[in-house]
């Protein structure tokens, strides 16, 4: 078949594999065994310009850390924001053995244990009311069902979402999500309905609104990102949901009374709010949802990546009780819904979170690391911003910090000298240098790899010319 894709979209994750600076870092650090093992990753899988061809080849990972096959070790402050509790957990893997050989598996008709007693903690530890729920077995999925779900409740079809934003790889969440990588050119058509928005960006105001220091002046943009999503609310009429994160996973933190205004928004307009928490729930920014620093509660929230303890898939979509009205239909019904085994898994990942108080070690550990940073932003200044909560924290390079001219040449070039002496983390939105940490990094393990950033940034900066 002579088809090619001839418009190509523009590549916000930084740290895509189609750049010569990826080109570059393999061919100097990748030897035979890691060629051999990307070489064939790359014959059998369908390219993507942020997963294959590969990076390097893992053989092992364990706690904070991952190691290649060339036995190269690596912190890992990446993760794809599934390792909170570390990978391969002592007590997780003993639990996942003994469901094993309990009960491996449970035809969906059924009803098994496992499934029902992590069903009640999750009801247990979410916001508010949210009581009723299915599973699935990843993020993308759990947020169709959402969207289902919103439509049957309210019989409207239409959203709106965030642009820059991502819910998954599903029509439906492709259709909600912002990121032209994921959604646009070869990929459409989409839904219909998905309208989209300006995020809320204080630093990168969209709406042209000046920061001090990354915050808002809420007086003089009286929360504009706010009110446009209110603004097509009352434009559209028939919205049955606005879908977003609560806290951008980029990231971004929302301004001060943001989730309260579009709250009150969808309210007044019979439209329902769904939160995605696949990246940021669980206790990713130091409380157990972020949507908690708000104190705003979803009628839907969705939640993924973590849930499965770094070893199994698992999502679920919470719903308020009065949601519960499609009985007739079929949402979900996936063949491994309610797997025991992944089920345990969940519960056991909780109750880790909840017995090691990992929570308020992202709290309070997060805390102290962003303080580290702003210090670190003094003495560097390619640094534009600093943002986050817990651990999911922001480095925003940028050329001037008068023009904010995004440094994603330097960003990348940080990003591989890190690579370079055993720190993995990702760029977003090209120049961003995200740091999702798992949950029982400690200070000491922080420490050293913010060393590890600060000397890559300077001696990246030095090789631009940006000092």
């Given amino acids: 078949?002579?088809?090619?894709?001839?418009?190509?979209?523009?590549?916000?994750?930084?740290?895509?594999?189609?750049?010569?600076?990826?080109?570059?870092?393999?061919?100097?650090?990748?030897?035979?065994?890691?060629?051999?093992?990307?070489?064939?990753?790359?014959?059998?899988?369908?390219?993507?310009?942020?997963?294959?061809?590969?990076?390097?080849?893992?053989?092992?990972?364990?706690?904070?850390?991952?190691?290649?096959?060339?036995?190269?070790?690596?912190?890992?402050?990446?993760?794809?924001?599934?390792?909170?509790?570390?990978?391969?957990?002592?007590?997780?893997?003993?639990?996942?053995?003994?469901?094993?050989?309990?009960?491996?598996?449970?035809?969906?008709?059924?009803?098994?244990?496992?499934?029902?007693?992590?069903?009640?903690?999750?009801?247990?530890?979410?916001?508010?009311?949210?009581?009723?729920?299915?599973?699935?077995?990843?993020?993308?999925?759990?947020?169709?069902?959402?969207?289902?779900?919103?439509?049957?409740?309210?019989?409207?079809?239409?959203?709106?979402?965030?642009?820059?934003?991502?819910?998954?790889?599903?029509?439906?969440?492709?259709?909600?999500?912002?990121?032209?990588?994921?959604?646009?050119?070869?990929?459409?058509?989409?839904?219909?309905?998905?309208?989209?928005?300006?995020?809320?960006?204080?630093?990168?105001?969209?709406?042209?609104?000046?920061?001090?220091?990354?915050?808002?002046?809420?007086?003089?943009?009286?929360?504009?990102?706010?009110?446009m999503v209110r603004y097509v609310l009352e434009k559209e009429g028939d919205v049955a949901a606005v879908i977003a994160e609560p806290a951008r996973a980029v990231p971004y933190i929302p301004p001060p009374g943001f989730w309260q205004e579009i709250r009150r928004a969808c309210n007044e307009h019979g439209a329902l709010l769904i939160f995605d928490e696949i990246p940021t729930g669980l206790g990713k920014t130091g409380a157990m949802f972020a949507c908690d620093h708000d104190q705003v509660e979803p009628d839907i929230l969705v939640m993924g990546k973590a849930l499965g303890g770094g070893i199994l898939p698992l999502a679920a979509v919470l719903a308020q009780p009065e949601l519960d009205i499609a009985g007739d239909y079929a949402f979900g019904h996936y063949t491994h819904e309610k797997n025991p085994v992944s089920a345990r898994a969940g519960l056991t990942t909780i109750e880790i979170i909840e017995d090691e108080d990992l929570v308020q070690n992202a709290a309070t550990t997060g805390k102290w690391t962003i303080d580290r940073l702003n210090e670190m932003k003094q003495r560097q200044k390619v640094i534009g911003d600093i943002r986050g909560r817990g651990f999911l924290i922001g480095i925003e390079l940028v050329k001037s910090r008068e023009d904010k001219e995004p440094a994603t040449e330097l960003a990348e070039d940080v990003l591989y000298r890190c690579l370079d002496n055993g720190l993995s983390f990702k760029t977003t939105m090209g120049n961003t240098l995200t740091l999702t940490p798992p949950l029982i990094t400690d200070r000491e393990q922080m420490q050293s790899a913010l060393q590890t950033i600060e000397d890559a940034i300077a001696a990246s900066s030095r090789a631009m010319g940006l000092q």
Avoid at 155 to 163: A, L, M, V
């Fill in 1 to 227: 078949m002579d088809k090619k894709v001839t418009v190509s979209p523009v590549q916000l994750e930084g740290d895509t594999n189609i750049t010569q600076r990826r080109h570059d870092w393999a061919k100097a650090n990748l030897g035979a065994q890691s060629i051999e093992a990307i070489n064939a990753d790359a014959r059998l899988f369908l390219h993507q310009s942020v997963s294959t061809p590969c990076l390097s080849a893992v053989v092992k990972a364990e706690g904070v850390w991952i190691e290649d096959i060339e036995g190269r070790r690596y912190l890992d402050f990446h993760g794809n924001n599934v390792h909170h509790i570390g990978y391969g957990h002592p007590r997780l893997k003993k639990a996942i053995s003994r469901q094993m050989d309990d009960l491996p598996f449970a035809p969906r008709r059924f009803a098994c244990h496992p499934a029902t007693e992590l069903a009640s903690k999750l009801v247990e530890i979410s916001p508010g009311n949210l009581s009723k729920m299915l599973f699935t077995t990843g993020g993308s999925d759990a947020v169709e069902v959402a969207l289902k779900l919103a439509r049957a409740a309210t019989g409207r079809h239409k959203t709106i979402s965030f642009w820059d934003a991502f819910h998954g790889a599903g029509f439906g969440a492709a259709s909600i999500g912002g990121e032209q990588l994921f959604r646009s050119h070869a990929i459409g058509p989409l839904l219909s309905g998905s309208e989209h928005v300006a995020p809320f960006a204080c630093y990168r105001c969209p709406y042209g609104y000046p920061e001090n220091d990354g915050k808002p002046d809420i007086d003089l943009c009286k929360l504009t990102c706010a009110n």
